[in-house]
């Protein structure tokens, strides 16, 4: 079992930055694929970002490269997104999530085995 929970959202303007953190328990989190998601209001849950359990392979949304960062520290069971230049688009919840089974950006849904419970990230004009 692995429990996941997001910090670092906020209220950032245009052009600023945000580090986002996910913290996981149990002894098993370097088993898993990493994921970011995010939703906006009256928007479908879309992939952010993704880390190998290794660490060595990332993935990115279109919307994001260059701008995003995914990183994770498997001795502190922790995944981080370093959000850069961010715009109002960008303004969702964003969620962590695991999968074991999956890595990449178009995993299906059943695939991921824990989510977090999001956190707010809101970008001002």
């Known amino acids: 079992q692995v429990q996941l929970v997001e910090s670092g959202g906020g209220l950032v303007q245009a052009g600023g930055s945000l580090r986002l953190s996910c913290a996981a328990s149990g002894s098993t989190f370097s088993r898993y694929n990493m994921n970011w998601f995010r939703q906006a209001p009256g928007n479908e849950r879309e992939i952010v970002a993704v880390?190998?359990?290794?660490?060595?392979?990332?993935y990115y949304a279109d919307s994001v490269k260059g701008r995003f960062t995914i990183s994770r520290d498997n001795a502190k069971n922790t995944v981080n997104l370093q959000m850069n230049s961010l715009k109002p688009e960008d303004t969702a919840v964003y969620y962590c999530a695991a999968s074991m089974r999956c890595l990449g950006t178009r995993c299906p849904k059943e695939l991921y085995d824990y989510w977090g419970q999001g956190t707010q990230v809101t970008v001002s004009s």
């Open positions: 880390i190998s359990s290794g660490g060595g392979s990332t």
